[in-house]
């Protein structure tokens, strides 16, 4: 696959000052000497700028004041092996932006010899090249995606190998246990010495509590990624669409007085203070004999179920605070009480507003500054800037492989708590392959053309 020269568009399509061409893999120089005049020459000095003009192949020497040979003038940088992003010989051409002209570069490199790459293929080949790990791969796709300030501070630090250090801590001691297991086992002439139970047990015990510290940020890893989820929920009417519009600034969501008017999830993301907020206004929960707004009401209970913060709407004047229905289930690690349509009570009556709600109005706006001061102390116990300082933003694919190291650490555990049969060299070592095996899927230390696959194809094409 490595003799492959690939090629693609590392810069978004759309039109733009600059587009950026990117080939790499062994023939990079070679193809592009076939495109590019006056040439890298034969030993192209790595990491130096060249200007020049870029041609369909074969036209270029014999033609090259055909209009139709010329594709445009560029840079071409050579970055030779190791020292690119994929440690294979690479040339990048910055030529015009736009949608035809790095199109027309790319075709001209396809007709010079290279193949177009796959999805995520660069950083693919940057990491069997041992340029990176595999969660250092994984931050490369979240620095690009990032929607928020904090995301990508996040996924910088990852990238330049946060979490990959506390994994390398996590794994030393298991492997040199493992080593030493596996030593026992060769030389049975008691020549290594045996380790002592109490040892083993703390290693055990202090490789469970960091990855149980590493557990704890994959909430946080989540809401990097993908924005806090926060669900407004409540009686038909009492104001939730007003209120979703009020926080996302537009008129999203329909509103009006007749009860069932929402039935979907609508959903609209927010960026503020550098955070990503998604706001979801859901239908009423109510009894309704109504086929479609049952369907909706199922989506509101599902929304609420996945919800990192409710907002749980009552009407002003309704003493119901407290008793809130299709709550039951949520997993959502706050609830924010709210009392819509506070226009409508006296001021003696706010008072009575039970203490810790917030009294909101989406007629005379009043109250939502105070519920996105209430949002923002929410947001701080998400501890999201812990992850970012630690640079460790934990996907499912690491939580999966952190819990399954975990359960299978706190086995074997428990096979040292009865010193009458303390298990053999020979279990503890497979128990520890095992484990190891899992933590090593996380950097990619052990990989599986299935888990690359797996990684990279959510990868855009370019990267
Ligand atoms: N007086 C007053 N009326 C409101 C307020 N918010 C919403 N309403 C009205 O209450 C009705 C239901 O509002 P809506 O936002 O659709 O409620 P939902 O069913 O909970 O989504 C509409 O007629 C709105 O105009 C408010 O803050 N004050
Ligand atoms: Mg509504």
Redesign the pocket.
């Known amino acids: 696959m490595f003799d492959e020269t690939i090629v693609a568009i590392a810069t978004p399509e759309g039109s733009g000052g600059l587009a950026v061409v990117r080939l790499s893999g062994a023939d990079a120089v070679a193809i592009a000497n076939r495109v590019f005049s006056p040439g890298l020459g034969r030993d192209s000095a790595s990491h130096r700028a060249v200007y020049g003009i870029l041609s369909t192949p074969g036209c270029k020497k014999n033609n090259s004041s055909s209009h139709e040979a010329v594709v445009d003038q560029v840079i071409a940088l050579p970055m030779l092996a190791p020292n690119s992003f994929t440690g294979e010989d690479t040339v990048e051409f910055y030529c015009h932006g736009g949608t035809v002209v790095s199109r027309l570069v790319v075709a001209a490199c396809r007709s010079a010899g290279a193949r177009p790459a796959t999805a995520g293929e660069f950083t693919r080949r940057a990491f069997l090249h041992g340029k990176m790990s595999l969660d250092q791969a994984e931050a490369v796709a979240d620095l690009i995606h990032a929607e928020s300030e904090i995301a990508a501070r996040a996924a910088i630090r990852q990238l330049l190998g946060g979490l990959n250090r506390q994994l390398v801590e996590i794994e030393k001691p298991l492997l040199k246990l493992l080593s030493h297991m596996e030593g026992g086992l060769e030389f049975l002439d008691d020549e290594v010495p045996e380790v002592d139970p109490g040892e083993v047990a703390g290693i055990l015990k202090k490789s469970i509590e960091e990855i149980t510290n590493l557990l704890a940020l994959a909430p946080a890893g989540r809401l990097l990624r993908d924005g806090i989820q926060v669900v407004l929920q409540?009686a038909?009417?009492?104001?939730?669409?007003?209120l979703f519009n009020e926080l996302v600034g537009t008129d999203r969501a329909i509103?009006?007085?007749e009860?069932g008017?929402?039935r979907d999830v609508v959903s609209s993301r927010v960026v503020r203070q550098g955070r990503v907020f998604v706001f979801h206004d859901t239908a009423?929960l109510r009894l309704t004999s109504g086929r479609v707004e049952n369907k909706g009401i199922e989506r509101t209970r599902d929304a609420v179920r996945r919800a990192d913060i409710v907002l749980s709407l009552h009407l002003a004047g309704d003493t119901g605070l407290g008793s809130e229905t299709g709550l039951e289930d949520s997993s959502a690690m706050m609830v924010l009480p709210i009392v819509?349509?506070c226009?409508?009570l006296s001021r003696s009556q706010i008072s009575l507003v039970e203490k810790g709600a917030v009294c909101?109005?989406?007629?005379d706006h009043s109250g939502v500054e105070e519920l996105w001061a209430k949002l923002d102390q929410a947001v701080e116990k998400f501890e999201l800037n812990k992850a970012v300082s630690l640079g460790v933003v934990i996907n499912e694919r690491h939580r999966f492989k952190l819990e399954s190291s975990r359960a299978e650490l706190r086995l074997l555990l428990e096979e040292y708590k009865d010193p009458e049969c303390m298990p053999g060299d020979e279990v503890v070592g497979t128990l520890l392959a095992s484990i190891l095996a899992q933590l090593g899927e996380i950097s990619g230390r052990v990989f599986s053309e299935q888990l690359l696959e797996s990684v990279f194809s959510r990868f855009c094409i370019g990267k």
């Open positions: 409540g038909p009417n009492v104001g939730k669409s007003s509103v009006d007085d009860a008017t929402t009423g819509t349509k226009d409508l909101t109005s989406s007629v």
